[in-house]
């Protein structure tokens, strides 16, 4: 049973333009969320976070918004680059329930960036 | 470099074989967690290392797979008689504390092809 959801595996957007991917949790523990970036042969590497005491969380070009009472979360990336092009993972964890130091992760998405 | 090293990048073995993978984490990181990213899945947590302890090993999936850490440094997974199900992309994360929303660093991963 997936605890954190990515439906979308692939996402296709032009320069310039938004990029929004999605990201959809079953657990209620979960109360910490992230965002990593992944280049084929690397690791991934984090991009960008929430807490579950906010809704939404900006740095630069990325936001991410958290929906909690729909268990939903979204990464915006504005103005979408062709660097930006990669997998990205949803990531969760929880703060309680002893399980804070585990990252369940998403499937990911693949963003393509078309100059 | 002070990031997260993996050795071996890539190790092609036959079935059946032993395999040692090493994971170098970033210094004074006293958190190590090792996952694994099977072909079109998201990353999978195998095991949790505090200092040279592992309080979680819940994500082992089978008896064949075994870590350790020493020195509250270096870890090595390994994974006895493999199989082809094994085959997959091992990665290792560190972090500075225990807690889910401290960021966790990667390493590169090791490909593992069992043939």
């Known amino acids: 049973d997936q605890q954190v959801k990515q439906n979308s595996p692939s996402l296709s957007v032009q320069e310039g333009r938004i990029s929004i991917l999605n990201c959809d949790y079953t657990?209620?523990?979960?109360?910490?969320f992230l965002w990593y970036k992944k280049y084929p042969a690397e690791g991934p590497t984090f991009l960008i976070s929430?807490?579950?005491?906010?809704d939404k969380n900006e740095d630069g070009r990325f936001t991410v918004f958290l929906n909690k009472s729909a268990k939903h979360l979204s990464l915006h990336i504005v103005p979408s680059q062709p660097g930006d092009s990669a997998v990205y993972f949803c990531?969760?964890?929880?703060?309680?329930?002893?399980?804070?130091?585990?990252?369940?992760f998403g499937k990911g998405t693949l963003l393509t960036v078309n100059p | 470099g002070a990031g997260v090293s993996q050795s071996p990048s890539n190790k092609v073995t036959e079935k059946g074989k032993d395999v040692e993978l090493r994971c170098d984490p970033i210094s004074g990181h006293t958190a190590l967690y090792w996952y694994r990213q099977s072909l079109g899945q998201g990353l999978e947590f195998l095991i949790y290392f505090q200092g040279n302890s592992a309080p979680d090993k819940s994500g082992l999936p089978s008896d064949r797979f075994s870590a350790e850490r020493t020195g509250e440094s270096v870890s090595t997974l390994t994974i006895q008689r493999t199989q082809q199900e094994d085959s997959a992309v091992y990665l290792c994360?560190?972090?500075?504390?225990?807690?889910?929303?401290?960021?966790?660093?990667f390493g590169p991963g090791t490909r593992l092809t069992v043939l």
């Open positions: 990531a969760a964890s929880g703060r309680s329930g002893g399980s804070n130091y585990k990252l369940t």
């Open positions: 929430i807490s579950s005491i906010k």
């Open positions: 994360a560190s972090t500075r504390g225990t807690r889910g929303y401290n960021e966790q660093f």
């Open positions: 657990n209620s523990m979960f109360d910490y």
